[in-house]
């Protein structure tokens, strides 16, 4: 089945370092890919997307392409912030199905 | 513009037990789907419903069941609890056309459930 593997965690980092937290997916056809934030004791909120091949997603600061060769949707940050710690998790859609997440990254900012 | 909201926030049971967990919808979402999301892990699909329907279901046994409302709300039931279901349990709603496309869904901040 459709699944999503993304880097253990925790991540921990000071701020203005760069983030790279890896995502690789498999799944048949032609998913949409997301990544989702969860700050403490909240839901997830949609970081952003990526609905097709080489796509690149972005949203405060935050960047990920769209990689089928590599079935990758790696999440990048050039200089990362306290207020960036979080957990980020990797999604996929199935064209018509429900969503599947990856376990989550724990991402900790030290000032 | 209300987003998706949940209730309650935080319940607590004990094994053997029935919970009704509720969720509505954000303004202009007719989907809701639910999910689990175990400690330290990402979220579980349990089920989605649409049209007062059960559209979709996840692995779960069918001790976990759902109901949908002509209002779009939704609730999440659960019977003879076991400590496994311990859990967040997330209600996500989308436009049943943005399903399809998979547009985001939108989550709630959760329900804390904790079996003791």
């Known amino acids: 089945g459709d699944s999503v593997t993304q880097m253990e965690g925790p991540v921990t980092l000071s701020e203005e370092a760069f983030l790279t937290i890896n995502c690789t997916y498999t799944a048949t056809g032609y998913p949409s890919l997301f990544w989702y934030v969860q700050y403490p004791g909240e839901g997830l909120q949609l970081l952003l997307k990526a609905t097709k091949a080489d796509d690149k997603g972005s949203n405060k600061g935050f960047e990920a392409t769209y990689r089928k060769e590599t079935t990758s949707f790696h999440l990048e940050k050039g200089s990362v912030q306290v207020s960036d710690s979080a957990v980020y998790f990797c999604?996929?859609?199935?064209?018509?199905?429900?969503?599947?997440f990856g376990p989550g990254t724990r991402l900790s900012v030290l000032p | 513009d209300a987003g998706v909201t949940q209730s309650p926030t935080h319940l607590i049971k004990t094994r053997g037990q029935q919970v009704t967990l509720r969720c509505s919808p954000k303004?202009?979402?007719?989907?809701v789907s639910w999910y689990q999301q175990a400690l330290g892990q990402g979220p579980q699909f349990i089920f989605q419903?649409?049209?007062?329907?059960?559209?979709q279901r996840g692995n779960f046994p069918d001790r976990f069941s759902g109901h949908q409302f002509p209002n779009y709300s939704s609730e999440l039931n659960v019977n003879a609890l076991l400590l496994g279901d311990s859990a967040l349990y997330l209600c996500a709603s989308t436009a049943w056309g943005d399903w399809g496309i998979n547009q985001p869904q939108h989550f709630g901040d959760g329900t804390r459930l904790s079996i003791l």
């Open positions: 419903y649409y049209e007062e329907e059960e559209r």
């Open positions: 999604a996929l859609g199935p064209y018509g199905q429900n969503f599947v």
């Open positions: 303004s202009g979402h007719d989907t």
